[in-house]
């Protein structure tokens, strides 16, 4: 690129002190021309760019807003421009996503061309990634399915533990957005890193649940060994089940999280939304397994005035039964008093017989 052939605002950043310094420059000059699809001023100006990296950003960002402004040609002929090759891959992807037929075939060919020529372990992984990434946006799931097994295969091959484990991680975490869900559980294998298995194997659970392949879900979840990752798999998969109406297996993956906090929350949030559906019986039976006293008297309080507001008041003198029957303590028991206030104004015989099992409570407490 020749200086005189850069416009007047380009001649005078380019003859600014400072590689750096006018690259950055450039690069501005370069976004604005091409936001007013000037577009041939926008290429040279991206050219000129002394610093290599920030002149690959330039152009590659040059070339997506040529394709989504469907300048087909001109987009390619940049492309063509970017170093080093391997930078090309995702330009020519998305290039390859806006054609057709053997055009489309074409870019994603020579992308994979360039990806089998390189070298280096690392930057062939990350780049056959984005290869297989961009197969299954261009409807190409055979032909992503072969690069997703080559790019496994190379970057289990890095020779640094740390560099590999992140590398397998990201690597996992693209075939969960992809929906490759053998493909995730085959790389998970791969990483010795548990902490690193833990982020990719609780990805996979979200986007099974997600996807509503509930058995999938739970398997990989309950196989996790960081705590904090595995709860928070088990809580996404319990809500997606109970979004899914799904209440029983709702109920049962909430169970199984061992640790009582979020445990508590599952449980509270789906006792909420079996009262929104009226499902007095089973939201009843949710909101007594709450083991804390405080958010388990929270979901009684929340029940029992939708079961008011439902007129459903033998469903609301059971749940006050059976909760007195759970108490342990004077004062546990005396806060499910405000419960029976409505019952009582209702049927006021009720208020002796609740005034006889309050006397019984408070003396068997007593012993």
């Not at 610093?51 to 394709?67: E, F």
């Not at 053998?182 to 791969?190: I, L, M, P, S």
């Not at 997606?240 to 909430?254: D, N």
């Amino acid at each position: 690129m020749q200086k005189n052939q850069l416009d007047p605002a380009a001649m005078i950043a380019y003859t600014i002190e400072g590689e750096q310094q006018s690259s950055h420059t450039l690069d501005k000059l370069s976004i604005a021309l091409a936001q007013n699809q000037q577009w041939t001023e926008a290429e040279w100006t991206a050219r000129a760019i002394e610093d290599i990296h920030i002149r690959t950003t330039a152009l590659s960002r040059l070339t997506k807003m040529l394709t989504e402004a469907q300048q087909w040609e001109r987009a390619e002929l940049v492309i063509h421009a970017i170093e080093p090759s391997w930078e090309r891959v995702v330009p020519l992807g998305l290039l390859a996503q806006k054609q057709k037929g053997e055009k489309a075939i074409a870019l994603l060919t020579e992308a994979e061309k360039i990806t089998s020529s390189l070298k280096e372990r690392h930057i062939k992984a990350k780049t056959l990634k984005d290869l297989g990434h961009i197969l299954v946006n261009c409807e190409q799931l055979q032909w992503a399915n072969r690069i997703w097994i080559e790019a496994i295969m190379v970057t289990a091959s890095i020779w640094d533990d740390s560099e590999r484990a992140e590398m397998l991680r990201e690597l996992g975490i693209v075939l969960v957005q992809s929906h490759q869900w053998e493909q995730v559980a085959y790389v998970a294998r791969f990483i010795k890193v548990e902490k690193e298995r833990a982020i990719v194997l609780c990805s996979l659970t979200e986007e099974l649940a997600l996807a509503q392949r509930w058995k999938q879900a739970k398997a990989i979840a309950l196989v996790i060994k960081d705590k904090d990752k595995r709860v928070k798999a088990l809580l996404v998969l319990s809500n997606e089940l109970a979004l899914a109406q799904q209440w029983e297996q709702a109920r049962a993956i909430a169970e199984t999280i061992d640790s009582e906090e979020p445990r508590t929350i599952v449980l509270f949030n789906l006792s909420e939304k079996l009262i929104k559906f009226q499902r007095w019986e089973q939201a009843a039976e949710i909101v007594l397994s709450i083991k804390p006293i405080q958010k388990r008297t929270e979901a009684l309080q929340s029940l029992s005035f939708h079961l008011k507001s439902a007129n459903a008041y033998e469903a609301l003198l059971y749940l006050i039964q059976r909760s007195w029957l759970q108490t342990t303590t004077r004062a546990e028991a005396l806060t499910l008093l405000p419960f029976a206030n409505d019952l009582i104004s209702l049927k006021p015989e009720i208020g002796i017989a609740f005034y006889e099992a309050i006397a019984w409570v408070e003396k068997f407490l007593a012993g």
